[in-house]
């Protein structure tokens, strides 16, 4: 269903059709912080990964299974298709039949918006749709290590692998977020350009909220956001409070992430979990933080991906600590301290969590995430697209 609006809203103009890995529904993943940042320089089409009604009504129930197909602006000259798909799409054959059906509504709501595509910009490698969409310029954006995450979302790898195989064939150019990844890629003949993720400097680095009054913890606070899973190094989290640092967790916990370890921290009085939070409700709950922590273990994943989480702790002014990943070694911003391990990290941790607030550093970390923005981003990914 479209609205009447949206007919013929992007005559005459060039187009960028993002087809993305992540729903924009999810918690302000990198495609919806990009699809945004992008806009200021072209149209966007965003472009759910399909689902079925079966799926779409065990997630939102009976109502919410009606929303198929629905093309809908969600932003300033961002407009959101959200395609329908076969029920069980991580299979093979679903995923092949999938890539033709959401094409096919990918070109339909380009008629209704009007417009020239110039770009695709795909990083849906289970059903992708490259190819089969008219765009002037197609790029892969290779986000994480696709193949390796597929374990901890219950994918095929090997789905994930041919997906990826196909769009480095058919794309123009790629685009990774992670120096490993942009090393593992083969595409003789292809650019490949690495752009890692930026951030909401503005949301995070705005005036500072006041505290949120849900959390009940001492100082000094640890703070760690974003999806609890199998990617934490448990060991590093339990030496950060064996350390005397309290603990506060926010974000929800993957029902893969059975771990009796991460249970009995749960269980300390020192540790606070708040569960799932809205995106604007963070930098409250920063307000009590001392430190960010990014504490990852060495997975194929881990190495291959690039943790948003660590600029999101600059822009809000918070010294941080992470374990050694290609992208922290990327990022070599001396804000950042790296302790790989467990004894190490809560060592370092309980250092600069009770070291004296300090507005002047406070600024220098904002200001370094600045210079790593989504808007940054954006101009160069307008560059690759040809915009």
Not at 39 to 48: E, I, K, N, R, T
Not at 257 to 263: K, L, N, R, V
Not at 355 to 380: K, M, Y
Request: with cysteine; proline share 8%; charged share 20%.
């Amino acid at each position: 269903m479209t609205a009447p609006a949206l007919v013929g809203i992007w005559a005459g103009q060039d187009v960028v059709v993002l087809t993305a890995a992540n729903s924009w529904d999810e918690t302000r993943m990198a495609d919806r912080q990009l699809a945004v940042a992008l806009s200021a320089h072209a149209p966007v089409l965003y472009v759910d990964p399909a689902l079925s009604v079966v799926a779409r009504a065990r997630m939102h129930g009976l109502r919410g299974a009606r929303v198929g197909g629905h093309v809908r602006q969600v932003a300033d000259r961002v407009v959101r298709l959200s395609p329908e798909g076969l029920p069980a799409g991580s299979k093979r054959g679903v995923a092949d039949v999938n890539r033709a059906v959401v094409a096919h509504q990918v070109r339909q709501a380009l008629r209704t918006t009007g417009g020239t595509v110039r770009a695709q910009l795909e990083a849906n490698v289970q059903a992708p749709t490259m190819g089969r969409v008219p765009a002037g310029n197609r790029v892969y954006w290779a986000q994480d290590d696709f193949v390796a995450m597929g374990p901890l979302v219950g994918v095929s790898p090997r789905l994930l692998a041919r997906g990826e195989r196909r769009l480095a064939a058919a794309a123009d150019a790629i685009i990774a977020a992670n120096p490993t990844v942009a090393g593992s890629l083969e595409a003789p003949g292809r650019a490949i350009h690495l752009i890692p993720f930026g951030c909401d400097a503005g949301l995070f680095g705005g005036p500072p909220p006041a505290p949120d009054p849900a959390v009940d913890l001492p100082h000094p606070i640890a703070f760690l956001m974003g999806t609890l899973n199998d990617r934490l190094d448990v060991a590093c989290l339990r030496a950060v409070v064996e350390a005397g640092v309290s603990l506060l967790l926010v974000g929800p916990r993957s029902g893969r992430f059975a771990s009796p370890a991460f249970d009995a921290l749960l269980a300390r009085p020192d540790v606070q979990w708040t569960g799932p939070r809205a995106f604007e409700d963070l930098p409250a709950l920063l307000a009590h933080a001392d430190v960010g922590i990014v504490p990852y273990t060495h997975s194929p994943f881990n190495e291959g991906s690039f943790p948003l989480k660590t600029l999101e702790y600059l822009a809000a002014g918070l010294p941080v600590v992470a374990t050694d990943l290609p992208a922290i070694r990327w990022l070599a911003s001396p804000h950042v301290e790296v302790a790989d391990r467990a004894a190490d990290f809560g060592r370092t941790v309980a250092r600069r969590a009770s070291q004296p607030r300090d507005t002047e550093a406070a600024c220098l970390r904002r200001r370094f995430a600045a210079g790593h923005s989504w808007q940054h981003r954006a101009v160069e990914f307008a560059e690759v697209l040809g915009l």
